[in-house]
């Protein structure tokens, strides 16, 4: 992108961007430059296209330069924008939280389809463990306004952001934040109360990954919120262990887990006292996702 006289419309700029993310292998290179253009620009993707002939000026350019440069680095386009989607919800993000992702989605819908499907969870009380940026707890209270949210996080910025997000989709007063490692957050409460729902999208990639992974994921995102152990299932075990006493009596518990993980899985969750009917629920592309199951 260079030539500062040079005039660069809308169009010109998007198919710059796609060419050279292209070359430098950006994930999704012109869904990259439409983000990050519609954020300099300050607009709705959609706008790109209806005002295609616009011309930016001399400080978006400039603006949209660095970002573009920071991109081909690989540096997320999520932290770029400092915004990320997450069910049908827009949420702040940065690099102290796991980007939400799409398969996270599979772990809400299918508690959403259980709960509206499944009597005696009209008003269930849900603990959303490693919640990060509050993705999963800010998608439950949104569509179940009956719903009753604790939200924990071992990380302070984790829960910051969260927070942020709270307030911003006017959450947070239906969603309490408790910080502490997995249920050891839960003694900040005044009148700990079973759930009939926990939910976590933990750590679950084995530390012997990490290095492998792509480096937007590796260079970027919190270790703290990648690393599963030896085999991956370190923190689920954990979550699993202290399930059953901090359950209702009909209570459920929904954790994602990586699409190769549900064997695995599976074996510890039998080992679990207490616990039972264990499943494993695919995602959209076909893939295991969700570990499911519930107390006995």
């Known amino acids: 992108m260079t030539g500062e006289a040079d005039v660069w419309t809308v169009k010109r700029l998007l198919e710059w961007t796609t060419g050279f993310f292209q070359a430098r292998e950006v994930d999704s290179p012109r869904l990259s430059a439409e983000l990050l253009l519609s954020h300099v620009l300050n607009c709705p993707r959609i706008k790109l296209y209806t005002d295609y002939q616009s011309i930016a000026g001399a400080a978006q350019l400039a603006q949209y330069r660095e970002l573009v440069r920071r991109a081909a680095r690989h540096e997320p386009i999520a932290y770029l924008t ?57 998608a439950i209270a949104s569509q179940l306004k009956n719903a009753t949210i604790v939200a924990s996080d071992i990380s302070p910025d984790a829960l910051a952001v969260a927070r942020r997000n709270f307030q911003r989709l006017g959450l ?117 996702r969700v570990l499911t199951l519930r107390k006995l």
């Not at 970027?220 to 919120?225: G, K, N, Q, S, T």
Request: hydrophobic share 45%; proline share 7%; with cysteine.
């Open 172 to 288: 947070d007063q239906r969603i309490t934040l408790l910080q502490g490692d997995l249920y050891e957050a839960l003694t900040e409460l005044v009148d700990p109360q079973p759930f009939d729902l926990i939910l976590a999208n933990p750590p679950y990639i084995p530390a012997d990954v990490i290095p492998t992974l792509d480096a937007n994921v590796r260079q970027y995102e919190p270790r703290l919120a990648l690393d599963g152990g030896a085999d991956g299932l370190a923190v689920i075990r954990r979550i699993l262990a202290g399930a059953a006493q901090r359950l209702t009596s009909q209570g459920h518990v929904f954790l994602e887990i990586a699409f190769d993980q549900a064997e695995a899985a599976q074996r510890v969750a039998a080992q679990v006292n207490q616990l039972g009917q264990i499943r494993i629920l695919k995602d959209l592309g076909g893939r295991d």
């Open 82 to 138: 400092g915004r990320a989607p997450f069910f049908n919800l827009e949420l702040d993000v940065c690099p102290g939280v796991l980007i939400p992702r799409p398969e996270t989605e599979t772990l809400v819908e299918n508690v959403l389809q259980f709960v509206r499907h499944q009597s005696g969870f009209e008003a269930p009380r849900v603990l959303d463990l490693c919640t990060g940026s509050g993705c999963i707890a800010a």
